[in-house]
Structure formats: C-alpha cells, structure tokens
C-alpha cells in the first residue's frame, strides 16, 4: 500500500481521500468512528502488529463476553467498512470469523413488532382525546384514506 501511495500524485491522493471520507454515512460516522477506535485501542493494548483473521477472532470472542449477538453483528459491520476504508483489509473474506459471529446469534429471538389492527386504530381515532392526540388522529385518518385508496 506504500508503493501505492508513492506513485500516487499529491492532488489525485486528496481526490481520493475525500471520496473515501464520503463512503461512510454522515449521519453514523461518529459511530463507525467509535467502533474503528475502540478495535484501535484494543489492538494496542493486546500490541497487536498486524490485523489478521485470528485477531480479529479474539477481538470478537472478547466482545462477545459482554455484548448480545446483534451487537456484535453491528460491530463487525461498522468495522468491515472502517477497515476496507482506513486500511485496505477486506475482513468479509474471514470464514472462521464469520463462523464465530453466526455462534453468537443462536437461539436469537428478534423483538416483534407490536401491529395495531383496524378496530384499534378506529377505536383510537374516536376515542382518544382532541387536545392531546389531534395531531397523531389526523395523521392516522389521513394515511389510512391513502392505503385504502
């Protein structure tokens, strides 16, 4: 990655720098931020010298001490593209870390929804009070006219 940036001219070298700032959304870069320099932090700590499939394995296998499964999974996401971005490793190709991951996800149960049905919503929008829920009833009435147009 060296050579690369060597033979690289200085103005095509800020060209793409600031593509690869655009790469991650605006509105979670702090967070994918956060996760990169936490991983940055524990490689320093464990005087990690290179970024490899059985560090990041132990990374994640740490993690997965105190974190529930879909936190881990948003983790290695964040990571996965903070890595590609920052430091050009492709950590998606890692068949035994994503292995471990699918581990932490077993017996997983996603939350269901909670979905109002028809008499519901009804008794909501005639029973509720004007001063309070105006707004939300006029709303609801609206986009209920559009879904059962």
């Known amino acids: 990655m060296n050579e690369e940036i060597q033979c690289t001219p200085p103005e095509l070298r800020q060209i793409a720098n600031n593509a690869t700032d655009k790469l991650i959304p ?22 990690v010298t290179s970024i ?4 990041l394995i132990a990374y994640f296998r740490s993690m997965g001490q105190t974190k529930k499964g879909s936190t881990i999974w948003t ?12 430091r050009n ?4 190709k890692f068949t035994r ?12 149960q996603p939350k269901k929804s909670r979905i109002l049905d028809f008499d519901q919503i009804t008794r909501f929008v005639t029973d509720a009070p004007d001063q309070t829920f105006l707004v939300v009833k006029v709303t ?3 986009s209920l006219s ?4």
């Not at 490899?52 to 560090?55: G, K, R």
């Not at 490793?89 to 998606?92: A, P």
């Open 140 to 142: 609801t009435t609206f």
């Open 146 to 149: 559009h879904i059962t147009e």
């Open 52 to 55: 490899t499939e059985n560090v």
């Open 89 to 92: 490793i492709d950590i998606s």
């Open 97 to 108: 870390l994503i292995a471990l991951l699918k581990t932490f996800s077993k017996g997983y």
């Open 26 to 47: 605006e509105k979670s870069k702090n967070q994918y931020e956060k996760s990169y320099n936490i991983f940055v932090n524990w490689t320093m700590e464990h005087q």
């Open 75 to 86: 983790n290695y996401s964040m990571l996965r593209s903070m890595l590609s971005i920052k």
